[in-house]
């Protein structure tokens, strides 16, 4: 299994970032895939969420519809779409696969705050905003 990340960058705030999570080694329609964030000093946590077996979408409790995930299964890639970026959503994006019956088993509150691991996990990408 492997998960690789990237797009995260240095950005002024307002502007936009898409990460892309491009996933390889298991049955892709089997999974979900979530990003995760973790800002400096804080806790892990779940950001957003595709299950990619029937298309359903996840989002934390709060977040701004300025994030969108969305999945390409031909590309084996999840990503996530970023807008009007702010100082607050500066950390390190973690893509992790769940499958699906794990999804549905723990459901996504679970997931997202750590209850329930993920089964793997890529290396993750920095996103930087800058006031």
């Known amino acids: 299994v492997q998960l690789v990340e990237s797009g995260g960058d240095l950005v002024q705030a307002g502007g936009s970032l898409r990460l892309s999570c491009i996933a390889s080694g298991f049955i892709f329609d089997d999974y979900a895939i979530a990003w995760f964030r973790q800002a400096p000093g804080k806790k892990r946590e779940g950001v957003a969420c595709f299950d990619n077996n029937d298309g359903m979408t996840y989002y934390m409790k709060g977040l701004p519809d300025r994030f969108t995930i969305s999945s390409d299964s031909a590309k084996r890639t999840v990503y996530l779409q970023m807008n009007d970026v702010k100082p607050e959503d500066t950390g390190l994006y973690v893509c992790?696969?769940?499958?699906?019956?794990?999804?549905?088993?723990?459901?996504?509150?679970?997931?997202?705050?750590?209850?329930?691991?993920?089964?793997?996990w890529g290396r993750g990408t920095l996103v930087a905003v800058s006031s």
């Open positions: 992790g696969i769940v499958a699906s019956r794990g999804l549905l088993y723990a459901g996504w509150e679970n997931i997202q705050k750590g209850a329930y691991g993920m089964d793997f």
